[in-house]
């Protein structure tokens, strides 16, 4: 039940854009997107509750394909202050109020 | 300031020797929660609480206990430690479903 996120590790330039997948094989009712930077805390990034539906924070948005069962970060015109683990984090249908993470994916962004 | 505090932030213990990890939150949440972290595994919740005296299993709860008898705490009780529970244990509290979770600053644990 734990979502899968893809890739596991990228490594970009500056400028550059990046996509991160995360996937279920249940049913999900919202997707959250957290980054943690290194030695530190998971901080939210949006929520995204309706399928189709898209969020922007800054030059990092996402969206919620509640029908394929997924949800995509979209990083345009990375900044090195963009580096660090983001993880996806879900709410599925029929297990009550269980939130599930997904296992990261790792974003390093060099000059 | 609105936070998530835990204690302790690191901790060596031994084999057997129960202990427990605090956590308080300041934004009279209802939602609290609790996580590991393990390379690879990305973050597990172990336990949840919907409000206070309810609390739920996570996903991994085994070996590990939770109490919420007031709505600011959220105590992680480890009875019996084995190595297998050395990781890295988030609190995270919230204004229930669909809203932000905030993290605690993590409490490093390690069990010989």
């Known amino acids: 039940q734990q979502p899968v996120q893809s890739p596991q590790a990228v490594i970009l330039r500056e400028g550059e854009d990046a996509v991160i997948n995360c996937s279920s094989s249940?049913?999900?009712?919202?997707v959250h997107w957290y980054r943690q930077k290194h030695g530190e805390a998971p901080v939210f990034l949006m929520i995204l509750l309706k399928g189709g539906e898209q969020k922007g924070h800054e030059k990092i948005s996402a969206s919620f394909n509640e029908k394929k069962q997924q949800s995509s970060l979209y990083l345009t015109a990375s900044q090195l202050s963009y580096s660090g683990t983001y993880f996806c984090g879900t709410e599925q249908w029929n297990t009550g109020n269980q939130f599930y993470f997904g296992t990261g994916t790792s974003l390093t962004v060099i000059p | 300031e609105a936070q998530v505090t835990q204690n302790p932030r690191y901790l060596i213990t031994v084999t057997g020797k129960k202990l427990t990890v605090t956590c308080s939150q300041n934004?009279?949440?209802?939602?609290m929660s609790w996580y590991r972290q393990d390379p690879g595994l990305g973050l597990r919740q172990i336990y949840y609480s919907m409000n206070v005296e309810v609390t739920d299993k996570g996903d991994v709860p085994e070996g590990y206990k939770v109490s919420r008898k007031e709505k600011r705490n959220f105590p992680l009780i480890l009875e019996s430690p084995s190595p297998n529970q050395t990781s890295l244990y988030f609190c995270?509290?919230?204004?229930?479903?669909?809203?932000?979770?905030?993290f605690g600053p993590g409490t490093r644990l390690t069990v010989l």
């Open positions: 995270a509290s919230s204004n229930g479903d669909y809203n932000e979770q905030f």
């Open positions: 249940k049913a999900l009712y919202s």
């Open positions: 934004m009279n949440h209802e939602y």
